[in-house]
């Protein structure tokens, strides 16, 4: 049954459609590649915010890398058309 993406409105089948990590709408196959990516990217940057807040231990030494690896995910996730300030809240 032919549905429209709730994103760039392409029209595909059903079956075709993957629900989005974020907001939970049908997305195509394009789409949802992206969506996937800025998911995996802002989780990571999570991951790694988080450990800064905490202090934790494999990262001891290396904050300042830390620190860029996460600048550099923001940046990433800019790019993305996203808003990475929004999105690591």
């Not at 049908?26 to 789409?31: A, E, G, I, T």
């Amino acid at each position: 049954m032919p549905t429209p993406c709730s994103e760039c409105k392409e029209v595909v089948e059903l079956n075709d459609l993957r629900e989005s990590n974020f907001t939970k709408q049908m997305l195509c196959y394009d789409c949802y590649s992206t969506d996937s990516e800025l998911y995996d990217l802002v989780e990571e940057a999570k991951d790694i915010q988080r450990d800064l807040e905490g202090y934790a231990d494999h990262m001891k030494g290396n904050r300042g890398l830390w620190r860029a690896k996460l600048n550099l995910l923001r940046k990433q996730i800019n790019e993305l058309g996203e808003d990475a300030d929004d999105l690591l809240l």
